[in-house]
């Protein structure tokens, strides 16, 4: 008459398969929780040696030179502008520029802006041309204090679109602008 279907091999596997996707989805969030805490730490390293920066010059020396290795990218790079004065900074030493060009760089950007690039900004100087990935950070203050723009860039193409990291960089941004500030004001 009829035959008898066993279902189990089936359910077997089906659940073999569900169980293994689900662990590396596991490894996936693991991997990534991972990843943010080591960022958020790198933060919070780079944001106390600013802190701890014994004046202006030396300000620029942590963020210039230390926070390349702190935050583990290649290039970092300041430009200030105030009045009809701009300056921009990074592993070379500071270098005068017209602030219109900075002035242009900062405008229309809003907050951070994380992307992948085939030439770095020229913020970057010299290293603008191995910069593949970068993050343009707008520095805002109140007159008569500097504004202008961190670059933060690396050789490796990365996909850095992230919200956390966005907020992150937005954060050591506003840090950097009231060291910035508390250097220049005392």
């Given at each position: 008459?009829?035959?008898?279907?066993?279902?189990?091999?089936?359910?077997?596997?089906?659940?073999?398969?569900?169980?293994?996707?689900?662990?590396?989805?596991?490894?996936?969030?693991?991997?990534?929780a991972?990843?943010?805490?080591?960022?958020?730490?790198?933060?919070?390293?780079?944001?106390?040696?600013?802190?701890?920066?014994?004046?202006?010059?030396?300000?620029?020396?942590?963020?210039?030179?230390?926070?390349?290795?702190?935050?583990?990218?290649?290039?970092?790079?300041?430009?200030?502008?105030?009045?009809?004065?701009?300056?921009?900074?990074?592993?070379?030493?500071?270098?005068?520029?017209?602030?219109?060009?900075?002035?242009?760089?900062?405008?229309?950007?809003?907050?951070v802006?994380?992307?992948?690039?085939?030439?770095?900004?020229?913020?970057?100087?010299?290293?603008?041309?191995?910069?593949?990935?970068?993050?343009?950070?707008?520095?805002?203050?109140?007159?008569?204090?500097?504004?202008?723009?961190?670059?933060?860039?690396?050789r490796?193409?990365?996909?850095f679109?992230?919200?956390?990291?966005?907020?992150?960089?937005?954060?050591?941004?506003?840090?950097?602008?009231?060291?910035?500030?508390?250097?220049?004001?005392?």
């Amino acid at each position: 008459m009829g035959m008898v279907i066993s279902f189990e091999e089936k359910a077997v596997a089906n659940l073999r398969a569900r169980i293994a996707a689900a662990e590396e989805a596991n490894q996936d969030l693991i991997a990534f929780a991972r990843g943010h805490s080591g960022a958020v730490a790198s933060i919070h390293e780079a944001v106390i040696a600013a802190i701890e920066a014994e004046g202006f010059d030396h300000l620029i020396h942590i963020v210039t030179q230390e926070w390349p290795q702190i935050l583990g990218l290649d290039a970092v790079a300041v430009a200030l502008f105030v009045g009809d004065k701009g300056v921009r900074a990074d592993a070379s030493g500071l270098q005068f520029v017209d602030p219109r060009v900075i002035e242009r760089s900062v405008e229309g950007l809003e907050g951070v802006v994380l992307r992948g690039v085939e030439r770095g900004h020229p913020i970057f100087g010299p290293a603008c041309d191995l910069i593949r990935a970068e993050a343009l950070v707008r520095l805002d203050s109140e007159a008569p204090l500097p504004g202008g723009l961190l670059a933060l860039g690396q050789r490796a193409a990365q996909g850095f679109e992230t919200r956390h990291g966005s907020e992150l960089l937005l954060f050591l941004g506003r840090v950097l602008t009231r060291c910035m500030g508390r250097c220049l004001i005392s």
